[in-house]
């Protein structure tokens, strides 16, 4: 039996029920708890559950109180569980003025440390075969969290913003708006970079066969979305806005790429305001 109380952060009668424990679960299903949710887990059972508790103490849960539960009437034994384990700081590998910083943003706006590894593209360090290890693109950013790597921007939004829930990057599953911030996750690298592309460079494709469709229909829907702001999820921000916002900085405001447009002007000034798109310019400024 696994019941989930989210508002007290409990988790009642969790990895003892016959099932799990004959077949070797309740290990597993811990190990599972440990590793992806935060790191403090609180445990409670009914005090006469001597099975679970003293199972919980063997576990190495620290026993919290006893309390009775005003809706049953029970006497509940409270544990707890903090993480102990030094986890290495993630590794993030950047260039100057590149894609890299959205993934500078974004890390910043986590408010977790961790390293800055600087990949010289001029002398040709991003095709060492340590780098192409981790990204055999052989393009920033790209990001190491113990022995898992990755690339690709919207990838790193999405990777950071799940292992650290605590940020509030990303609407968590079950929530209705997690659909919408989903499609403006990949919509920057799928429609925005291409459309931005292909309007600066003066290209004309069929839009049957471009896979972002019509440059100018990109653009129309972004703008329809930004005016609903602040924010493309209207009142929340995301690592959505980290994607799409790095972008339109970039492509509007730098390189006057693409035109301006009232939403986009407003949009830009916005996530420049906030203190961790202002400390990402001033590390990729040098």
Not at 91 to 106: E, G, I, M, V
Request: hydrophobic share 45%; with cysteine.
């Amino acid at each position: 039996m696994l019941a989930l109380h989210l508002p007290d952060r409990y988790l009642d009668q969790l990895f003892v029920a016959p099932d799990y424990q004959g077949k070797g679960l309740g290990k597993r299903l811990l190990t599972f708890t440990r590793n992806h949710l935060p790191d403090e887990i609180w445990l409670r059972c009914v005090r006469e559950n001597d099975k679970a508790w003293r199972w919980y103490e063997r576990e190495g849960f620290v026993f919290e109180k006893e309390a009775v539960e005003s809706k049953t009437g029970f006497t509940m034994k409270y544990y707890r569980w903090i993480e102990t384990r030094i986890r290495p700081m993630m590794k993030l590998y950047w260039a100057p003025r590149t894609r890299s910083f959205s993934a500078l943003w974004l890390m910043e706006e986590t408010g977790k440390p961790y390293e800055r590894v600087l990949i010289d593209l001029s002398a040709g360090a991003q095709k060492a075969p340590e780098y192409l290890a981790i990204n055999p693109m052989a393009k920033v950013p790209a990001l190491r969290d113990g022995d898992a790597t990755l690339a690709e921007a919207a990838a790193i939004c999405a990777y950071v913003a799940e292992r650290y829930p605590d940020a509030q990057l990303a609407p968590p599953v079950g929530d209705p708006g997690r659909a919408k911030y989903l499609y403006w996750l990949f919509f920057s690298p799928g429609c925005i970079e291409p459309a931005m592309v292909q309007v600066a460079t003066k290209v004309e494709m069929p839009s049957v066969a471009a896979g972002w469709g019509e440059a100018q229909r990109v653009f129309d829907v972004l703008d329809a979305a930004l005016e609903k702001g602040p924010w493309i999820l209207g009142e929340r921000f995301s690592a959505a806005d980290i994607l799409v916002g790095s972008g339109l900085n970039f492509a509007v405001k730098l390189f006057k790429m693409v035109p301006s447009r009232p939403s986009f002007d407003r949009y830009i000034e916005a996530c420049s305001a906030r203190p961790a798109f202002q400390r990402a310019s001033v590390i990729a400024a040098g």
